[in-house]
């Protein structure tokens, strides 16, 4: 089989030296965050255990909190409220701000869910594309590295399972298009009336657990590592939060 | 830092092939993203993150991720069949006897998917079990792929040899 094999060599080659040169991409700053997130849990450096899922649990409610922000640039799909305000940013040029004087906030509502400490947030928000705003929590602020550069808290406590996202975007986005179903699980719920979808998904962390539910004016979503009821309890426990945000960070588009 | 390594030599070249794929610029970070999960998933085959090996790990395990988005945009894509079942030997036999230039050209008329799980089961002589978790397939779907594949390339040659 060695001509087999070489030939195997061969055209991978040639499959790649098309794309040996091609033009450099400004990978947005989302992408870039993940990756290091992600390398700093291959490289070992306070990698993340797998919790047992009483632990889970109890980060998972002392970790959420939501708000409602955002801005479109008028192309948010019927049947969900555009939010006023300012949207972020300069065309085609990513960048980040711990200031809002140097961007203007988008923020208008904040809710938080039951077991969240008020001194423990910090958010940033970005505008994808134009096409929808989504939100990220997590339960303590960032901070700097040896570099300066803010991180993300890094340790068990810490890790996935602190996240919030707001979507507004259609109910197409409950498909989970771009999501590797074989290792998907989901069920349809109802919170507060409205319809929602539990999803668990096996991730090399762990496994990972989302809750898409509809209000009145916004899909949110839930993510972290949880079981159904838990979700739940915390989906319906969501309120409107009016206390001073400690860190806020904006990365618009 | 291998993992840090082959972020940094290869996610140009990934973007590169996720957006000849998908023609989408979000979409492709999407894909990429996914495919460095992937390889974080199985850094222990990756000897050494400078190496054709990992370049090539990089650029299957891209491609195959775009395809799945594909998909599952419901965009004409080849659904792997159930298993073919047949016996290997003869067709061995009959790859071994041909040219290099020969092959280059029966693998150049497979879909890509074919020929990556001939690289990693072939070339990088990966179990079915390993290619699979590579590619986020099931064995079962490996194991169709390998076998079509085969197929597809003896069914290419043989028509080579009798124009």
């Known amino acids: ?253 | 830092m291998k993992f840090d390594r082959l972020y940094k030599n290869y996610k140009r070249l990934m973007f590169g092939i996720a957006y000849d794929i998908l023609k989408n610029e979000q979409d492709a970070e999407d894909a990429v993203q996914e495919a460095f999960i992937r390889l974080a998933d199985n850094i222990d085959k990756i000897a050494d993150a400078d190496s054709p090996q990992a370049r090539n790990f990089s650029v299957v395990v891209t491609r195959n991720i775009c395809f799945n988005m594909l998909k599952k945009r419901h965009i004409e894509m080849d659904i792997d069949d159930e298993v073919v079942c047949s016996d290997n030997s003869a067709e061995d036999d009959f790859l071994a006897a041909q040219g290099v230039e020969t092959l280059e050209r029966a693998l150049e008329s497979l879909p890509e998917k074919y020929r990556d799980i001939l690289y990693l089961t072939v070339y990088e002589e990966l179990s079915l079990r390993e290619a699979a978790k590579l590619l986020g397939i099931t064995y079962e779907n490996a194991k169709s792929r390998v076998k079509r594949a085969r197929k597809k390339i003896s069914d290419f040659l043989k028509e080579v040899s009798y124009e």
């Open chain 1, 1 to 253: 089989m060695n001509n087999f094999k070489t030939a195997l060599e061969n055209v991978m080659q040639k499959d790649i030296e098309r794309f040996e040169n091609s033009a450099e991409h400004e990978f947005s700053a989302e992408f870039e965050k993940n990756m290091t997130e992600l390398s700093r849990h291959v490289s070992g450096r306070k990698r993340p255990k797998r919790m047992r899922i009483g632990r889970v649990i109890a980060a998972a409610a002392a970790a959420v909190a939501l708000f409602a922000a955002g801005t479109l640039a008028g192309a948010v799909s019927s049947g969900f409220k555009v939010v006023s305000g300012v949207r972020m940013g300069l065309p085609s040029k990513l960048f980040t701000a711990a200031d809002t004087e140097d961007c203007p906030s988008t923020v208008e509502t904040i809710y938080m869910l039951d077991g969240f400490p008020d001194n423990q947030i910090s958010i940033s928000d970005f505008d994808k594309n134009g096409t929808f705003v989504s939100s990220m929590y997590f339960p303590a602020p960032w901070k700097p590295d040896d570099e300066g550069n803010m991180r993300m808290p890094w340790d068990d406590e810490l890790y996935l399972p602190k996240t919030i996202h707001l979507f507004q975007e259609t109910k197409e986005t409950f498909k989970f298009e771009y999501t590797d179903m074989e290792y998907v699980t989901y069920e349809t719920l109802t919170v507060n009336g409205g319809q929602a979808y539990f999803i668990t998904r096996e991730r090399f962390y762990g496994l990972e657990s989302y809750l898409f539910w509809e209000s009145e004016n916004y899909i949110f979503t839930l993510k972290g590592s949880f079981s159904e009821e838990r979700a739940l309890e915390l989906a319906n426990s969501l309120k409107v939060y009016d206390g001073e945000i400690p860190f806020y960070g904006v990365r618009g588009v």
